[in-house]
């Protein structure tokens, strides 16, 4: 019915069904982006991949290497000590998770939905913990309760070391990275169903369990699968506060460098990688879930003033903060008294670390090195990959293996991907091994490590601006990369340097999944930490962590700064 | 039928006037055969149309129809799946987007926010290697084109909706394209300035001759800015012609449905030129060459009833009750019963006639269906859709 043909010109036949189909040709800029995605995809490969099936090799082979089977698995879970670690990590992950995301929620609930006073001093409080290795708050926890502690006597006779150490430390140290993703959730509630729920004479508790908790039900669930991850693979709080209690995080320590016992430890590697992985699977459901719910345009809530629910969200929260507050101080006290205890004089000798076990001053000195190297190369490797991942015209299936890839990490136990890259890395036939015991390989690592987040946020960033900038740029015959250059990396600035921070602060405080790659030459701050209180040098541990805390906190201080002045000038354009 | 709408000789914009007998027009575009699947879903199917030098085309249609689809191929942006494009007499149907002669404006504008506006035209200047004081006086000229010299310095976001649009028009001629592709251009702005940039961007494009195709589901930009509308719908053109042919004699019921108010009449061919609707026998001006008896159905535009000067012996002359009548500011919509049988209308009635005629609610009037105003089609062989 068309009359579209009758207007094709005089002895245009109408095309055949069969006709021939089109193949696009590739510009330089397609071949560009496309070989982009493939070193990243490449890479992602040689450095999580391989590490990986490496290990699962190995949890398959006897001492000699001969494969056998699952018998390793066999000989884990018929031994009741080890198979009893799993069940420790299981519930004290679990019991963690369930105090930390409450406290959170309730921190979270003060922020966003009351009229406390002092909420931005809360708020930054609450970070804190970020900041430092989870070492610190252990560390605290021992000076406070342990035997010669200064309130040993609040725990009635029970030891700080063992599950209650580690339910505390594990606690602190997360409680940030839950409040985050619950202040997100409660923040974006919409006022209109408060309104409508009012008007409809809810009481307010029926409008809590109806309204409240629903909206912000997938950010509970995303901060529960989050601090459960974060909590089973912890190495560091367990290690220094756990005792006799064994975990499976500080098993596969034991059995690799206690032991020597590599098949038995890539096992543990592999056990302890199935909850990680089953919790990365759920999370990724429900964030796809969270992202239907927020495309509704709400009107956001505001908080009326309420006096009585007002003070005593101040209360509570004062009550948490101070408890952060509490365990950062006494490490740094701690770190600065000449004896703690007994000799309060502030002196600076456990900041020897020269004279100490760990590498003394030369790990602050790597730390510092392999932060901004983790920074500067991860910030601009992460980034391009984000974006010739994102911004790639079709090639669908390198995309999608890109991306999947890119979340993979995310998923990966750090001391898990340390003992991937020992079998991997150390294996004589590998032609990349000379990056083993080097500098490269800890800055590798750690990327790879962190690179989930990272993507995610490059990714966010560069789907909020404009898809039409290849577009426009192709049609003016401008190479991407010039585009890149000029507008694309000028205007997700923010979200780079918010990369590089956390790069940063991550290569100064992470322990799992270096311990097994440092050299000599490259010992490392937060490793040195754990060396020295597992030689009994507690104080000079505290002043390690300490000074791990302080340069993280500068760092973060120095970018608020920076992004309020200077940069602030060079993005003048934001303002209208 | 209704190819014989000649498109509009290049003379009347390239200034050419002591040649006497124009040369036939050689398409500037030619698409032939185009269609485009994706997965089992065919968003072109089939689709041949050719665009003349300084043309200024619209894609009009509803969402889904594949107007954007159309534009996107045409540009690289999603290469078609079978068909092939020509342009300027060059095959460029597999080309990538940077091998192609166009220039685009988006609705969003995808104006780069970091850079000056200045920076923005010169965009694509610059990498063409230009001396830098070519690049400032192409900028200049550009920027005066549209009439922003003055604000060379400002960022996008210091810009209203209607001068980010300008600047995307200027970014988008610096490099002199053959083609000009308009997406939607005018669909974020408010309704005022809408109405103001049409004609400016209309004039633009007759100043400088520059062959443009422009996508909208907006049917009054596309009538008055158009040469030639391009009416599509599921994937098919419905019809091509000028903005008058497109409304005063649509092809199809779909375009009679999509283009402007439409009176649709179920009925019944009684012989060649007399349907019979709802009990009222209509006369036709011209037959449809379909036999007698056939299922059709009669549009009627509701302005084109006439109320005046009915008297005598003029087909199609009814009898009708007034209804429903709705104060819309310029006119009046009114129903129309037509006394005796179960014909009703819609018209418009003009200010004037209702207060002349002493039109109201109750009234008993007597009106004309103009024959030459009846576009009839056969109605699809029932269980069709």
Known sequence: ?576 | MLDKSAPLAPAQYAPAPHVPPPPPPVPYLEVRGLSKRFGPFVALQDVDLDVYPGEFVSFLGPSGCGKTTLLRAISGLDVQTTGSIRQAGRDISDLPVSRRDFGIVFQSYALFPNLTIADNVGYGLVSTGRPRAEIAKRVEELLTLVGLSEQAKKYPAQLSGGQQQRVALARALALSPGLLLLDEPLSALDARVRARLRGEVRDLQRRLGITTIMVTHDQEEALTMSDRIVVMSRGRIEQVGTPDEIYARPATAFVADFVGKMNFLKGRLVTADHVEVAGATLTLAEGIGVGAGAAVTVCLRPEDIVVRAVEGDRPNRLAMQVGVMEFIGNHFSTTLHAVGTSLNLSADLSINDVRDLGICPGATITVVLPPERLRVFPDPPATGH
Request: aromatic share 10%; with cysteine.
């Open chain 1, 1 to 576: 019915m068309s009359t579209g043909t009758t207007f094709a010109a005089a002895g245009a036949a109408p095309a055949a069904s069969s006709a021939r189909a089109i193949r696009p040709r590739l510009s330089r800029d397609d071949v560009t982006l496309r070989l982009l995605v493939l070193a990243i995809v490449v890479a992602l490969v040689v450095f999580v991949v391989l590490p990986l099936s490496a290990l699962l090799g190995k949890a398959l082979e006897d001492h000699d290497g001969a494969f056998v089977g699952l018998a390793n698995f066999a000989a884990y879970f018929g031994d009741p000590a080890l198979a009893g670690n799993l069940f420790n990590s299981l519930w004290i992950s679990a019991l963690s998770t369930v105090i930390c995301v409450t406290l959170a929620f309730v921190f979270a609930y003060g922020l966003t939905r009351t009229c406390m006073p002092g909420r931005g001093v809360f708020k930054a409080v609450a970070q804190i913990p970020i900041l430092a290795p989870s070492l610190l708050p252990a560390i605290s926890l021992v000076y406070l309760f342990g035997n010669q502690g200064l309130l040993k006597g609040w725990l009635m006779g029970a030891s700080i070391y063992g599950p209650i150490g580690i339910v505390i430390g594990e606690v602190f140290w997360t409680f940030p990275h839950a409040l985050i993703i619950l202040t997100t959730a409660l923040a974006i509630s919409d006022a209109r169903l408060y309104e409508a729920a009012e008007a409809l004479r809810a009481s307010q508790r029926r409008i809590f369990f109806t309204v409240t908790l629903p909206g912000a039900r997938y950010g509970l669930i995303s901060a529960i699968f989050v601090v459960f991850t974060l909590v089973i693979t912890d190495f560091g709080v367990p290690k220094v506060i756990g005792g006799q209690f064994d975990v499976l995080a500080t098993d596969i320590y034991k059995q690799v460098v206690g032991q020597q016992n590599f098949q038995m430890g890539a096992v543990v590697g592999v056990v302890l990688l199935l909850p990680a992985v089953l919790a990365f699977v759920g999370d990724r459901i429900v964030q796809r879930r969270q992202a239907a719910l927020l495309s509704a345009r709400a009107v956001p809530l505001i908080p009326k003033p309420n006096r009585a629910v007002d003070l005593t969200f101040f209360a509570i929260c004062s009550v948490i903060a101070l408890a952060v507050l509490v365990i950062l101080a006494v490490a740094v006290f701690a770190s600065l008294a000449t004896f703690w205890p007994y000799n309060l004089t502030p002196s600076l000798k456990n900041y020897d670390f020269d004279n100490m076990d760990g590498g003394g001053w030369a790990s602050y000195g790597n730390s510092l090195t392999l932060a901004a190297l983790t920074a500067v190369f991860g910030a601009a490797i992460i980034f391009t990959g984000a974006y010739a991942i994102e911004k790639t015209p079709r090639f669908g299936a390198g995309r999608a293996v890109g991306q999947l890839l890119a979340l993979l990490p995310l998923a990966v136990p750090g001391l898990v991907l340390g003992l991937g890259y020992i079998f991997f890395f150390n294996d004589p036939a590998n032609p990349l091994g000379f990056l083993y015991g080097g500098m490269a390989i800890l800055v590798i690592c750690t990327i790879s490590h962190f690179y989930s987040v990272a993507h995610l946020t490059a990714t966010t960033a560069l789907k909020q601006i404009d898809p039409e900038f290849e577009t426009v740029s192709a049609s003016l015959k401008v190479p991407v990369w010039r585009t890149f250059a000029v507008v694309t990396v000028p205007v997700c600035l923010p979200a780079i340097l918010d990369i590089a921070i956390y790069l940063f602060v991550n290569a100064m405080t992470t322990v799992s999944a270096l311990v097994f790659l440092y050299s000599p030459d490259t010992t490392l701050a937060a490793i040195a930490v754990l060396n020295m209180d597992d030689a009994g040098d507690i104080a000079p541990a505290a002043a390690m962590a300490t000074m791990i805390l302080l340069t993280s906190a500068a760092v973060r201080i120095a970018y608020t700064v920076l992004t309020r002045g200077l940069l602030g000038r060079a993005q003048a354009w934001r303002r209208r």
